[in-house]
T-cell receptor
């Protein structure tokens, strides 16, 4: 079965430090996309970053970057310089709408 | 502004009373889908639609119906709601679910449904 695994149900990070959220996936598709979404306590889903399987470089969007290792089938999200507003649940999503279980991140002041 | 809207945002209802949650997008997206989100289970797909008049079951379709008569609208219908359908529901749309899914999904704000 094609699935997404996020092994960290919850994480803590100190404000201003970097944090990595893990994501591994299964797929037999030759090309695919990987997405990360943020869900704050208010409930909405916010798109953060996208990585295409054939992209030569790892995706970056401001403080977010994706550590994409295709051979290992991993797509870890790196948040640099954490802020209190980063406290939320984060979902790794593979194209064809397969969601991981999510990681709850709490940023400590 | 590009967006997906859902209504209502909050709904408390009783077992067996038919309800409809509306979803509308203004981006001319072909693909629309419905998810439910439950603690510990993440998001699970209920139904999806590749285009007008084309719908298909997701992972948890039991107890739900959908229709896609127009490209912009994709309502979710609960003919006879039960307490186990208490959940947070999201509608989403994207350009096209090409193999591998290469396009970002846009999510609605969510609908919190409680069935007593």
């Amino acid at each position: 079965a094609q699935k997404i695994t996020q092994t960290q149900p919850g994480m803590f990070v100190q404000e201003k430090e970097a944090v990595t959220l893990d994501c591994t996936y299964d797929t037999s598709d030759p090309s695919y996309g990987l997405f990360w979404y943020k869900q704050p306590s208010s409930g909405e889903m916010i798109f953060l970053i996208y990585q295409g399987s054939y992209d030569q470089q790892n995706a970056t969007e401001g403080r977010y970057s994706l550590n994409f290792q295709k051979a290992r089938k991993s797509a870890n999200l790196v948040i640099s310089a954490s802020q209190l507003g980063d406290s939320a649940m984060y979902f790794c999503v593979r194209g064809k709408l397969i969601f991981g279980q999510g990681t709850t991140l709490q940023v400590k002041p | 502004e590009a967006q997906v809207t859902q209504n209502p945002r909050y709904l408390i209802t009783v077992t067996g009373k038919k309800l409809t949650v509306t979803c509308s997008q203004n981006m001319n997206h072909e693909y629309m889908s419905w998810y439910r989100q439950d603690p510990g289970l993440g998001l699970r797909q209920i139904y999806y639609s590749m285009n007008v008049e084309v719908t298909d079951k997701g992972d948890v379709p039991e107890g739900y119906k959908v229709s896609r008569k127009e490209k912009r609208n994709f309502p979710l219908i609960l003919e006879s709601p039960s307490p186990n359908q208490t959940s947070l529901y999201f509608c989403a749309s994207s350009l096209s679910p090409l193999a591998g899914g290469l396009y970002e999904q846009y999510f609605g704000p969510g609908t919190r449904l409680t069935v007593t």
